[in-house]
């Protein structure tokens, strides 16, 4: 009996662990600058909104490298070459796959980075730390690349229809190295160009075309009912995950890039917008979002919108200053804090289920992202300052989750 029960209890345990573990497992951490001694650089130029291109690189070093020190080193000297010799603002990668099994930061994203004249605007570069002209990366090495161009998507960082290339293919040079090459040649969207963006556009148009002609006319039903099958698949494989709507969903001017910070921080400070009404739908929203632009850098003279996030009314994360860049949003907390906005006013009733949920999905992201320490804590903007922000109901909401720390 004695054994029967405890099988009974290790099953149970097997089953809770088999259901928790493919939901958390996946998530990919970016080791910060601060992790490879990154000097300061100037603020590259900002990337409005998601780019098209992913340029995969190798960085030549013959031997590689397997321990972490060892990676840490070789992407310092990386630094310190771009900056030094090749004059760049900063190292020219915006990531880096290393033979330790991590990412690290480069110039992360939403930032230009130096690595495919006249792709340097429009794509993500990506190396991968070693010479890979004769063998291909390792299996993880491969996987922490894929996982990094999921996390860009997810982030708003890259479309969904996102064109993978060689850096071989945008100039003379064997850059990432023949192995590497012939490796990346057999990933999903490596010059696919058409696929996607063609089934998009059949999607869409299906849509419209259906409500017109699935009643009347039967024998298009079968073809109509293949092609739904199809979009669904392609848009489910895409919807579990938050997106965020990338600064030009909403219009943003263009700003002074606000400081850099390296590495996680310490604090989430959630505020109200404190427009009466709120929005609900897209179009107000955006148009409210771009009203506290305006708003703060030209009446208050920020560098840009004061936060890092927009929550809004119709169910969606704006970016504000976006990831790895220094909020104007609480005095003191600016350089350790990611400053996340609710569109509203939230005093005498909180946000819906839905956009409380989306404010957890962001702050889950930032701690995949390793923008913020994982025993980060929680605050409304008025325990920062004398202020009725985030607004009572909200805060009390806040309170209940569990990084909120009295102060
Ligand atoms: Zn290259
Ligand atoms: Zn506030």
């Avoid at 392609?234 to 590495?263: F, M």
């Amino acid at each position: 009996m004695n054994t029967a029960s405890h099988s009974i209890k290790l099953l149970a345990v097997f089953a809770i662990c088999a259901i928790a573990l493919p939901s958390g497992t996946s998530a990919l951490t970016i080791e910060p600058r601060s992790s490879w001694g990154a000097a300061s650089a100037r603020s590259p130029s900002r990337i409005n909104g998601a780019v098209e291109y992913v340029i995969i690189h190798h960085s030549d070093n013959p031997n590689g490298c397997s321990t972490s020190q060892q990676c840490q080193r070789l992407i310092k000297n990386i630094q310190t070459d771009h900056k030094g010799r090749r004059k760049f603002s900063d190292i020219g990668y915006n990531f880096i796959v290393a033979g330790d099994g991590k990412v690290y930061e480069g110039r992360g994203f939403g930032l230009q980075g130096s690595h495919a004249p006249s792709y340097n605007r429009k794509s993500i570069g990506i190396v991968f730390l070693g010479n890979f002209e004769s063998s291909a990366p390792s299996a993880q090495m491969l996987q922490n690349a894929k996982d990094l161009i999921e996390l860009a998507k997810q982030g708003g960082h890259l479309r969904s229809d996102y064109t993978l290339l060689g850096h071989r293919q945008t100039k003379a040079t064997s850059c990432p190295g023949t192995a590497l090459y012939n490796e990346i040649k057999t990933w999903p969207r490596w010059k696919e160009i058409h696929l996607i963006a063609y089934l998009t556009s059949v999607c869409a148009m299906m849509n419209i075309k259906v409500k017109r002609q699935m009643m009347n006319t039967a024998s298009h039903s079968f073809k109509f009912l293949a092609v739904f099958a199809v979009c669904a698949i392609a848009l489910s494989s895409g919807t579990s995950a938050l997106t965020i709507e990338p600064r030009s969903s909403w219009g943003a001017v263009k700003a002074r890039s606000p400081s850099r910070i390296n590495g996680a921080v310490e604090y989430v400070i959630i505020h109200h917008t404190e427009n009466p009404d709120g929005c609900s739908t897209s179009e107000q929203c955006q148009r409210l979002i771009k009203n506290i632009q305006t708003d703060h850098k030209d009446r208050r003279q920020f560098s840009d919108i004061g936060y890092n996030f927009i929550v809004a009314g119709d169910g969606k994360v704006y970016e504000g200053r976006g990831f790895g860049l220094q909020g104007a949003h609480a005095p003191k907390y600016n350089y350790r804090s990611i400053g996340i906005a609710f569109l509203g006013n939230f005093e005498s009733s909180a946000p819906s289920a839905q956009m409380l949920q989306k404010a957890k999905d962001l702050i889950e992201l930032a701690q995949q992202g390793g923008y913020l320490r994982s025993d980060y804590t929680l605050l409304g903007h008025r325990q920062t300052k004398a202020t009725d922000c985030p607004g009572t109901a909200l805060y009390n909401e806040i309170k209940t989750w569990t990084h909120w720390k009295q102060i």
